[in-house]
C-alpha cells in the first residue's frame, strides 16, 4: 500500500514538474526578437495583469528597443533604477550587469500592482 501511494506522489511531482517547464518555455518562446543592425528588438505582450516576456535577458553594452503590445488595455514598462520610462516602444543601452524589477506604471485594474519582470543584463 505504501509503495503504491509513493510511486502516485512521484508521478504526481513529475507532472508538475512538466508543466512547470512548459509554462516558463512558453514565456521566453512568445517575445519576439529582432536584431535590427546594432539594435536588438524586443517585444513585449502587455495584458491586464502580466508581462510576456517577465523575464528580458540582455548582454551588457547592447542597444535595445523594447515595444509594448498592448492587447487589452494602456500599459507602460518602468525600470527605475536605469531611469527608463517607455510608453509603446523605447530604446537604451544596457550599461551596466545586474537584475533589474520593471512594472507597469500606466493604471490598468486592481491587479495593476501585480504587474512585474526583470530586465536581467549579463
Known sequence: ????????????????????LI??????VNSKV???????EITVDAKQFEFNPNIIKVKEGEKIRIKINNL?????IS???LGIDIHDEGEFVAEKKGNFSFSCHVYCGSGHENMKGVLVVE
Not at 509554462?23 to 521566453?28: A, G, L, S, T
Not at 529582432?34 to 536588438?40: A, F, P
Open 23 to 28: 509554462f516558463n518555455f512558453k514565456q521566453v
Open 1 to 20: 500500500m505504501n509503495r503504491k501511494i509513493l510511486v502516485a506522489g512521484i508521478v504526481i511531482i513529475f507532472i508538475i514538474l512538466i508543466f512547470l
Open 34 to 40: 529582432i536584431d535590427n543592425g546594432n539594435v536588438r
Open 72 to 76: 487589452d488595455v494602456e500599459h507602460a
Open 79 to 81: 525600470i527605475p533604477e
